[in-house]
């Protein structure tokens, strides 16, 4: 079983960065794939990036890339995703997402445990 704790969300200006956390619990971490998926107001959770169990690949939805940067520290149990160049069409409720799996998926289903989510809002 593993828990996952997410952090680092708050309000940001346009143009701005945010560096959100995911703090995973269990001695597995560093087997599983890892994605971050968000959920706007009135609008469906969608993908926003993945990695797999090393680190050694990544995924982006055509929207981030360029500017958000997946990563993770298996020593640390922890993923990160880094957000550049904020837009408002970001502003979402952020989940960090773990599959019994090394590689990554795109799709939410793939994806057996989940963070409660934490708020990013950028305003214009």
């Known amino acids: 079983q593993v828990q996952l704790v997410e952090s680092g969300g708050g309000l940001v200006q346009a143009g701005g960065s945010l560096r959100l956390s995911c703090a995973a619990s269990?001695?597995?971490?560093?087997?599983?794939?890892m994605g971050w998926f968000r959920q706007a107001p009135g609008k469906e959770r969608e993908f926003v990036a993945a990695i797999n169990a090393n680190g050694g690949s990544t995924i982006y939805a055509d929207s981030v890339k360029g500017r958000f940067t997946i990563s993770r520290d298996n020593a640390k149990n922890t993923a990160s995703l880094q957000m550049n160049s904020l837009k408002p069409e970001d502003t979402a409720v952020y989940f960090c997402?773990?599959?019994?799996?090394?590689?990554?998926?795109?799709?939410?289903?793939?994806?057996?445990?989940w963070g409660q989510g934490t708020q990013v809002t950028v305003s214009s």
């Open positions: 269990g001695r597995t971490f560093s087997l599983y794939g």
């Open positions: 997402a773990g599959r019994r799996s090394a590689g990554f998926s795109t799709a939410e289903f793939y994806y057996g445990y």
